[in-house]
């Protein structure tokens, strides 16, 4: 199940499953934040941000997903020992993330990386379409993986 605003990224990740026979696929085409009205509390295993907008500008942080009250959702959403993975090309943003992280109790960092394709958590990495973008542009990936306190 995915979250995804933009009309036409949604109809695209259809078309993609589509041509692939994938059929268990389903897209709310909403923000992540919506996620919450979908689950239940404490029913979700596992939940994906890959390459968020950053939304970089200050005027325009206030639509950054990575906030304080995104994580304290998820919290809320995830199993005991449910797990929030994140990835991202913006150094800043990433930062930024891992700085909140730290002051919300109930998370435990599993997996970090400041270079996911030079990192040991690559084997396990299925790679998105910008993240082709940004590796053809030598951006490097960052990625983290938290856990949920049982």
Not at 56 to 82: P, T, Y
């Amino acid at each position: 199940i995915g979250f995804e605003l933009r009309y036409k990224r949604s109809f695209r990740t259809i078309e993609k499953a589509l041509d692939r026979n994938i059929s268990n696929v389903f897209l709310c085409r909403t923000k992540g934040e919506g996620a919450a009205e979908v689950f239940p509390p404490r029913s979700v295993s596992g939940i994906y941000v890959n390459f968020p907008d950053p939304w970089s500008k200050n005027r325009w942080k206030k639509h950054q997903i990575l906030n304080s009250e995104f994580l304290a959702a998820s919290l809320g959403l995830l199993k005991d020992g449910g797990f929030l993975s994140v990835k991202t090309d913006h150094e800043d943003y990433f930062a930024e993330f891992l700085e909140i992280t730290r002051q919300l109790q109930g998370f435990s960092v599993v997996e970090h990386s400041a270079d996911l394709y030079s990192s040991q958590y690559l084997a396990l990495n299925v790679e998105t379409e910008f993240e082709r973008l940004f590796r053809s542009q030598s951006l490097p990936i960052y990625y983290v993986k938290l856990l949920k306190h049982k």
